[in-house]
C-alpha cells in the first residue's frame, strides 16, 4: 500500500480492509530492506507499537491507525531515545511525551520508531557521527537532505505516507526538494511546542511533517493547528478547516512575485532556475497574475543575524547541560560544528544578541509590505539539487581552524561560523527567511534535473495563509505536476 496517503490508508482501517497491525508489520518490513541501505531509522518500538494498534479506539481519528515515525530532535515520547542526533546524549532518553507528539497520537498515528537527524539539527544534510549518514531513495550515493532527512527517506522510500519533522531554517523544505516530497513549514506559532519550551531557535524552529500529497498537508494542519497559552507565540486557528476548503480558492487569481536569484548572492543552477521557470509558465496558463520580482531584504545581514541565534542558542543548552553533567563540556563530548557554534556562542553579548532578532523583525516588516502587493512569492527551494554523501562542505583549513576556534576572538569566531556554513548555505538559500519572518512556505515536488534527482519550487505566504499555499499546491498536483519517486 505503498502508493496511498495517509488519508487513504486510515480509510481502508475505518472500511475494515486493513488494520492498524498490518500496516505496522507492512512498515517495518520495509524498514528491514530499506534502512540498511538508507540508515533513516534509528530508534523502532515494534511490539509497543503492535499493542497501541491492538487497544485504541480509532474510528473517529482522521490519522486513525496510520503508522508514523518522529524525528529524533525535539520529539519526544516518554521512555524512547533523546539523543539529537548527538553524541553526548546517545544514552539519553524522554522523560515525558512532548505536545507535538501528544498532537499526533490524538490524531490517531501510531508512532513506531524516530528517524535519523544531524547532531542538534544545524545541518542541511543528515550525516551524525552518532548514527551516519542517511542515502537519497533517489540514489543512495546522494544525501536526503537535512535536518529531517531521516524522514525525508522514510516517505521517499515509501515506507509511510507521512513523518513527522521540524523546520528551523528549511529543515523540512530542503530535505522534500531534494527527496522529491510536500514539505510545509507553518506559521510561527500554528503547532505546538513544549512542554516547558516555547522559544524554540526564538521562534525560527517549528514541528510539522513531510507528505506525498496537499491533501495529507492540509488535514495534518487541522489535526496540529493550535493556540496554546503557555507558548511564547500564537497563530490565529484556521476555523474552516484546511482539508474541507480544498479547493474552494480555485477561482482566486493570485499575485506572485517570483525570483531566480541567491538572497545571499551564491550561485543558483540552470535546473533550480528551470524549475521556477517552467512553474510560472504554468502559473500564467492558470491566469495567476506573475512577475519577476523580489523584497527589499539584505539576506547576507539576515543569515548573519541567524548564526548569531544558532551560536547564542547552542552556548545556552549546552550551559545547562554543563550544569545536569556538573562537568565543563570539551571538543570530544560533540562534532566540530557543533564545537565551533559553542564557543563563538559564549562571546556574543546581549546587545548583539537583541539586535539579531531586530533584523529578523525588521524583514517582518518588509515582507508583510510585500505581501500587500504580492500575495505569493516563488523561489527555487535549493539552489540545487542534493549533494553527494561524501561531498566536503568545509575546507582542511577550515577543518583546522574549527579545532582551534577557541583562541580565535570573537569576531574571528562569528567569521568562521559563516565560513564553515557557506557551502552548506549555498546548496540552500532560499528557506531561512520564512525561518525569520514567521511565515509559513511549502515545497512542492515539481521539477526532475537531468543527474536524474528531484528539485523543489517554493512559495511564501503572508502570515496565517497556508490555505493559500495548499490551494497553490493542489493546483499544481491535479496538473499532475508532482514529481515523485514511483
Known amino acids: 500500500m505503498s502508493h496511498l496517503d495517509g488519508l487513504a490508508l486510515a480509510e481502508k482501517i475505518r472500511n475494515s480492509e486493513v488494520t492498524p497491525t498490518e500496516l505496522i508489520e507492512e512498515a517495518f518490513k520495509k524498514i528491514k530492506s530499506e534502512n540498511p541501505t538508507l540508515n533513516f531509522v534509528t530508534s523502532t518500538r515494534f511490539s509497543k ?17 496510520v503508522p508514523i515515525l518522529i524525528k529524533g530532535l525535539g520529539q519526544d515520547l516518554a521512555g524512547e531515545p533523546s539523543t539529537a542526533g548527538a553524541k553526548l546524549l546517545r544514552n ?43 542515502s537519497n531513495p533517489w540514489n543512495p550515493a546522494y544525501s536526503a537532505g537535512g535536518s529531517s532527512g531521516g524522514a525525508a527517506a522514510a516517505v521517499a522510500s515509501g515506507t ?48 510539522f511533517a513531510l507528505t506525498t500529497s496537499i491533501r495529507d498537508t492540509a488535514a495534518m494542519l487541522d489535526a496540529l493547528q493550535v493556540i496554546e497559552p503557555s507558548a511564547a507565540f500564537q497563530a490565529s486557528l484556521y476555523e474552516p ?29 540552470t535546473a533550480a532556475k528551470n524549475a521556477v521557470l517552467d512553474a510560472v509558465t504554468f502559473l500564467k496558463a492558470q491566469g495567476h497574475h506573475v512577475v519577476e520580482k523580489e523584497p527589499d531584504i539584505d539576506g547576507i545581514a539576515l543569515m548573519e543575524s541567524y548564526y548569531v541565534m544558532n551560536a547564542g542558542e547552542t552556548a545556552a543548552m549546552f550551559k545547562n547541560l554543563e550544569k545536569q ?35 529578523w523583525d525588521q524583514a517582518a516588516e518588509k515582507m508583510a509590505a510585500f505581501n500587500q502587493e504580492y500575495d505569493l512569492y516563488l523561489t527555487p527551494t535549493t539552489a540545487t539539487t542534493a549533494p553527494k554523501i561524501a561531498a566536503e562542505l568545509q ?34 538559500p532560499f528557506t531561512q527567511q520564512a525561518n525569520l519572518t514567521g511565515q509559513p512556505a511549502i515545497s512542492l515536488p515539481t521539477h526532475i534535473a537531468e543527474n536524474g534527482l528531484p528539485l523543489g519550487i517554493h512559495f511564501t505566504a503572508p502570515k496565517n495563509r497556508e490555505e493559500w499555499l495548499l490551494e497553490i499546491g493542489l493546483e499544481f498536483e491535479q496538473a499532475r505536476l508532482f514529481k515523485m519517486r514511483e
Open 49 to 65: 507499537a503492535i499493542e497501541e494498534a491492538q487497544v485504541r479506539d480509532f474510528s473517529t481519528l482522521p490519522f486513525g491507525g
Open 241 to 269: 478547516g484546511y482539508l474541507i476548503s480544498l479547493g474552494t480558492l480555485a477561482k482566486k487569481k493570485f499575485r506572485i512575485a517570483y525570483s531566480l536569484a541567491s538572497p545571499v548572492h551564491t550561485p543558483v543552477s
Open 160 to 207: 509511510l505516507p507521512i513523518a513527522a519533522a521540524s523546520d528551523g531554517g528549511g529543515s523540512i523544505r530542503i530535505p522534500a526538494s531534494f527527496s522529491g516530497l510536500v514539505g510545509l513549514k507553518p506559521t510561527r506559532g500554528k503547532t505546538p511546542v513544549g512542554p516547558g519550551t516555547g522559544r524554540n531557535w526564538q521562534g525560527a524552529a517549528i514541528s
Open 92 to 134: 539519553n532518553s524522554a522523560l515525558t511525551t512532548s505536545h507535538f507528539v501528544a498532537a499526533l497520537e490524538k490524531a490517531g498515528f501510531i508512532v513506531i520508531g524516530q528517524t535519523n537527524t544531524p547532531e542538534f539539527g544545524f545541518k542541511n544534510i543528515t550525516d551524525p557521527e552518532l548514527y551516519g549518514p542517511t
Open 395 to 428: 575546507t582542511p583549513e577550515q577543518i583546522q581552524q574549527m579545532k582551534q576556534v577557541e583562541k580565535l576572538s570573537s569576531t574571528e569566531q562569528m567569521q568562521l561560523v559563516w565560513d564553515m556554513f557557506e557551502k552548506s548555505l549555498a546548496l540552500s
Open 325 to 359: 553533567l556538573a562537568r565543563s563540556l570539551t571538543i570530544t563530548d560533540m562534532e566540530l560544528m557543533t564545537w565551533t557554534l559553542f564557543n563563538a556562542g559564549k562571546h556574543i553579548s546581549a546587545a548583539d544578541y537583541s539586535n539579531s532578532l531586530a533584523l
